[in-house]
């Protein structure tokens, strides 16, 4: 089956960088929407970045634009997200999300079927 597995989170000081890395595997559909959703307590879950790994228009959310970079290496079927310049604000769960570009669906999806289990980012001001 689909498996997502996140890894690189952890803390940081205000202005550090990470890289997050998700892990794909379980299938071989070579058009899928990946990308990262976060939620920090008390707060609503959020997309941040997607990609079409078939290529295709990138999108990213308003307050990560010009700092976070999403990509994605087909050999290894892993996504990243490498973001700079961090702020206590980008403090949330990471979730890396999935899912298949059958038929006309579009990047980014309003639903995604599978999803990692999270990895923590916290930015300390």
């Known amino acids: 089956q689909v498996q997502l597995v996140e890894s690189g989170g952890g803390s940081v000081q205000a202005g550090g960088s990470l890289r997050l890395s998700c892990a794909a595997s379980?299938?071989?559909?070579?058009?899928?929407?990946m990308g990262w959703f976060r939620q920090a307590p008390g707060m609503e879950r959020g997309g941040v970045a997607f990609m079409p790994t078939g290529g295709g228009r990138i999108w990213y959310d308003a307050a990560v634009r010009g700092r976070f970079f999403i990509s994605h290496d087909d050999a290894k079927n892993t996504l990243y997200l490498e973001m700079n310049n961090l702020k206590p604000e980008d403090t949330a769960m990471y979730y890396c999300?999935?899912?298949?570009?059958?038929?006309?669906?579009?990047?980014?999806?309003?639903?995604?079927?599978?999803w990692g289990q999270g990895t923590q980012v916290t930015v300390s001001s």
């Open positions: 379980g299938y071989t559909y070579s058009s899928v929407c």
């Open positions: 999300a999935a899912d298949f570009l059958y038929s006309d669906r579009v990047c980014p999806l309003s639903n995604f079927t599978y």
